[in-house]
């Protein structure tokens, strides 16, 4: 079974600093790998979709990276803002309809 | 917008009484999931359709049940809720696992 691990689990940057949020999984055989936003008491908001085919994702200041070999992703985040703290999940899909979550990444940015 | 719609935001229930959580969606999407998030953890699955097919997971306790009557809508029932059945509900959508998935924002259960 697809084992999915975020780490750290908590993060606290200044205002400003780029950052690197962490993402493993045990089984190389994915489709995809999708980042989410989670708010306090929120669902889940989709931050970027990466296909096994693709290496990484952008958008705005958000930039993903896939190494399906070695089962790490990567977010970049640049120029983090006090509106980025949240909590930042990744979940990977193998094969059937399911996607396997990590326990998440709590990010707060310090102004 | 398209979009996937989930209600009540907020929802009580007493220990045992019967509760029913809804969501809806207008994207069209073929399989539609129901997961189960506890403080500080990882949603857990609980079951999804594939059109039409149900698919519980192996653990998913027997007092949680599904419905999905039409494409749009699909229906979470708890039969007799206890206090650990108290967290996050969140319904997702998925045209198929390649694609990713549309969550809704989720109904938050508390059982008294």
């Known amino acids: 079974k697809q084992e999915v691990t975020q780490i750290p689990a908590a993060l606290s940057v200044p205002e400003g600093e780029n950052l690197v949020l962490n993402c493993s999984f045990t089984?190389?055989?994915?489709?995809?790998l999708q980042w989410f936003r989670q708010d306090p008491g929120k669902g889940l908001t989709s931050l970027l979709l990466?296909?096994?085919?693709?290496r990484e994702q952008t958008s705005g200041r958000l930039n993903a990276s896939l190494d399906k070999s070695s089962g790490r992703s990567t977010l970049y985040i640049a120029a983090s803002q006090p509106g980025d703290s949240a909590t930042y999940l990744c979940a990977v899909s193998n094969t059937g309809n399911q996607f396997y979550f990590g326990t998440g990444t709590s990010l707060t940015v310090i102004p | 917008d398209a979009m996937v719609i989930q209600n009540p935001r907020y929802q009580v229930t007493q220990f045992g009484k019967p509760v029913t959580l809804s969501c809806s969606q207008t994207l069209n999407h073929n399989v539609m999931y129901w997961y189960q998030q506890k403080s500080s953890q990882a949603p857990k699955l609980l079951f999804h359709?594939?059109?039409?097919?149900?698919?519980n997971e192996a653990d998913t306790p027997d007092n949680f049940q599904s419905r999905r009557p039409n494409t749009s809508f699909c229906f979470l029932d708890i039969r007799s809720p206890g206090l650990g059945d108290a967290a996050m509900y969140l319904c997702?959508?998925?045209?198929?696992?390649?694609?990713?998935?549309?969550f809704g924002s989720g109904t938050r259960l508390t059982v008294v």
């Open positions: 997702a959508t998925s045209r198929d696992v390649r694609n990713g998935y549309t």
């Open positions: 990466i296909q096994s085919s693709q």
């Open positions: 359709y594939y059109d039409k097919d149900f698919n």
């Open positions: 089984d190389s055989a994915i489709y995809n």
